[in-house]
């Protein structure tokens, strides 16, 4: 009975002891590492390049906190997951493409824009040899149109073609990756996608595919912080200040907008 | 366009090969510590005194009645603004076993129940204890019993553990994606590969799993396997 006892204490002990010290294990140190969110599927801004995480925001985010004195940590993650992980604090800062909007700003704070960036409706010439977009009516004639969801490619098309009644809630095929909705242009299965300019560019002319209208929208990327966060923020703003019209951007832009749409056809 | 799509494939190898490990490697934790929790779990739902079997029976409730991306964001998400920051890769090992454990009660509570009563009783009446009966009478039938159901768990928990990409685990399935978002055209031969590398795992450990089963067999008592 004594013996049964000791055996009962002991196992009862190494079930709560053993996963506290796993947990101890896995917790983070968050020194002076800052914690950089993105969605690595987003040529060029940010991709995966043997293993490691490069591209224009990825860039650029590294120098400005690296020459402050921080270690940087890329992080990648679902692009829905990014707003919830900032929030959380799971990650410190959102550098994905992320344009500047009100909806954001209410949970977030921005740095000031470093990028320009429009939207591009993407159509595909093989399937739909006569097809051209000059006006959101135009847009009533498809059967269906794609974007990745929470982009700003879905709020534009939300905004001005749902809302005004041009196409309805089912002509719209909300995509998880971008990716998705191009290979269905390729099918036909949609016959336009809402996409990022500079992402639409890197398909332009492959397959059949064209851009057959760019939105002007005006939207900025900028990097995103925690509410409040205004440390980095103002290590963010000054870096950018400091870079601003330099050789360093300069040579980012012409490595980034220049060479790396040259893929092997 | 086939060899174009191969060649992308092949220059992707390295790539992918890296991001089969981190899901083999998180499979392997989380099954191992879930199936050891599981069997200590069913043997307290089964055999200790209240209010242990009751707690367990809520325990289990729950996390079966919970997507298994909920208990991720939970964990992950959720403790991390409670200030608990819990690297990515743990957190989904947690939410695995969590989630798993809660299953593998089951698994292991219904080869229980498949050894008849009447051997716990002979055992005691034998003199030997509880514990003692529960290790060298009732165990051994149980492992034996569980072993369909457990491969099944286990080729979910593979395939489960893509979901982990949620909170930024980059494993076999996210660094597909990768590919294809660099070169959307290939993505038939990658996602066809990804497939394959899915399906030689799930293959070969329910073989090995088969022969085990075979092999351990207590001849005339369990039905003979039809392969």
Redesign the interface.
């Known amino acids: 009975m004594q013996n049964k006892k000791k055996i009962l204490t002991l196992v009862l002990i190494l079930i709560t002891i053993t996963p506290a010290v796993v947990l101890s294990g896995c917790l983070e140190e968050k020194g002076k590492k800052i914690i950089v969110g993105t969605n690595a599927y987003f040529p060029p801004f940010e991709f995966y390049q043997n293993s490691t995480i490069v591209g224009y925001d990825i860039e650029l985010v590294t120098k400005i906190l690296t020459d402050a004195g921080y270690e940087v940590e890329v992080r990648n993650m679902d692009f829905d997951s990014l707003e919830t992980a900032l929030t959380s604090k799971s990650i410190d800062i959102i550098a994905a493409g992320y344009t500047i909007t009100a909806t954001r700003s209410a949970v977030m704070d921005f740095t000031t824009p470093y990028f320009d960036s429009n939207q591009s409706v993407l159509i595909n010439l093989n399937n739909n040899p006569n097809l051209t977009i000059n006006s959101t009516e135009d847009f009533g004639t498809l059967q269906k149109v794609g974007a990745q969801r929470y982009t700003t490619g879905e709020i534009w098309i939300q905004e001005n073609l749902i809302d005004t009644g041009i196409i309805n809630e089912s002509q719209y095929e909300p995509y998880v990756l971008y990716t998705g909705a191009v290979t269905d242009l390729d099918y036909d299965r949609v016959q336009a996608v809402v996409l990022d300019r500079p992402v639409a560019q890197f398909f332009e002319g492959k397959n059949g595919k064209n851009i057959t209208k760019t939105i002007v929208t005006n939207e900025q990327f900028g990097f995103a912080v925690q509410k409040g966060n205004t440390t980095l923020r103002n290590i963010l703003n000054t870096g950018l200040e400091q870079l601003k019209g330099s050789q360093y951007l300069a040579d980012l832009n012409e490595k980034y907008f220049e060479q790396v749409w040259i893929i092997p056809e | 366009m086939i060899l ?1 799509g191969i ?1 992308n494939l092949l220059n992707n190898l ?2 992918l090969f ?1 991001g089969l490990g981190i899901t083999i490697v998180l499979t392997l934790i989380s099954v191992a510590l879930a199936t050891l929790f599981g069997i ?1 779990l069913a043997m307290g739902r089964c055999y200790a005194r209240q209010p242990l079997p009751f707690i367990i029976y809520i325990y289990e409730k729950i996390f079966r009645g919970l997507p298994l991306l909920v208990i991720f ?1 939970l964990i ?3 403790l ?2 409670q ?6 890769f ?2 989904a090992v ?1 939410g695995l076993v969590l989630h798993s454990t809660a299953y593998q009660i089951q698994i292991f509570r219904s080869a229980i129940h498949a050894v008849p009563e009447g051997q716990k009783t002979a055992a005691m009446s034998l003199g030997m ?1 509880k ?1 003692k009966t529960i290790y060298y009478i009732i165990m051994p039938q149980v492992l034996r019993f569980s072993i369909p159901g457990w491969s099944n768990e286990f080729t979910i928990l593979l395939k489960d553990s893509s979901i982990a ?4 685990v ?1 494993e076999l399935m ?2 597909g ?9 290939g ?1 038939l031969y990658v996602l066809l590969f990804i497939a394959f590398l899915y399906f030689i795992l799930v293959f070969s450990i329910n073989r090995g799993l088969n022969y085990l089963e075979k092999r351990y067999r207590i001849s005339g008592y369990a039905a003979t396997s039809v392969r």
Not at chain 2, 83 to 88: F, R, T, V
Not at chain 2, 165 to 168: A, L, N, P, Q
């Open positions: 174009l060649n390295p790539f890296e200590l964001f992950y998400f959720g991390s603004q200030g608990i920051h819990i690297k990515a743990y957190a947690i204890s514990l990409f949620s909170i930024g980059v996210a660094r994606d990768a590919i294809n978002s660099m070169n959307p055209d993505i």
